[in-house]
């Protein structure tokens, strides 16, 4: 486990994520209005929330968190970042849709949680979260013991096939990493501008221009065959995996086809690719 990674991280994800929110405008009044965040694919691997105790790994900003606990979830969100958990709880008392929220590194708070016994029917993770995690099988294997029997997780994701490609297209990124830490040379992108309606649909706001961060990150690659294998291994029974040819609110390629549901596609004329995935693996009861 790479902690030393991770405070960097959250200090890039701290500026960033002050740049995001320069967007949203009146977020807090689209959720109060019925608004949401989520896409059918979350929901088709959540499955009915109402009661349900859910852990929202890695959560940002909190708006995913909300949105599921208006559908009737008890919910938690956990991340790292001091600005993400601060706008979240603000977002959380000025929409009226009661969630907690933990700042915490994610690893702590999950072997915090198992230490006291703590229990959960859904524990959840969505686009551009894994790659933050250093160590995907003690992970895995922590939130095994916090999931309650009958219990699942949920995982939608960029697909690690389509990471391996920059917006330009240019395949720069590795797909095998066996764990190693990568970095590009950058920090966190405001990339809620790049996708601007897609991510904002209820009014963007131009909010910061041309935003540049100076702390650089560095990210896990982490495969399909190291996810699904470290839930098995960890004891979850696997019920579905698909992929998906398009990528949720926010274009990865630049000249992007925006298809119905806010859903972007490759260019026009180009063989298509997977974008995302999803899974769900269940706790035996």
Known sequence: MRK???E?????????TAAHNSHKGDQAKFLRDGGSTVFPEELEMLEDLKGKRLAHLLCNAGPDTLSLAALGAIATGVDISDEAIDYARKLSADSGIPATFVRADVYDWLEEAGARGDQF???FAS??????LSDFRF???????ILAPGGTVSIVEFHPVGLM???QGQRDWPYFTHGEPQSDGTGISDYVAFAGEGLVPWGYQE???DFENPIVTSEFCWSIGDVVTAFIDAGLVLEVLREYPYSNGTPRFEGAVEGPGRRFYVRE????MPQMYALRARKPA
């Not at 686009?127 to 933050?132: E, V």
């Not at 992970?139 to 013991?145: I, L, S």
């Not at 004329?269 to 298509?272: A, L, S």
């Open 165 to 167: 490609y920059n917006e």
């Open 8 to 16: 960097t991280n959250r200090l890039s994800w701290n500026l960033a």
């Open 269 to 272: 004329g180009e063989p298509n």
């Open 139 to 145: 992970w895995a294997e922590q939130v095994a013991k």
């Open 4 to 6: 030393d990674i991770h």
């Open 121 to 123: 029917d859904r524990v």
């Open 207 to 209: 909010g910061v221009k």
């Open 127 to 132: 686009y551009g979260a894994l790659i933050w």
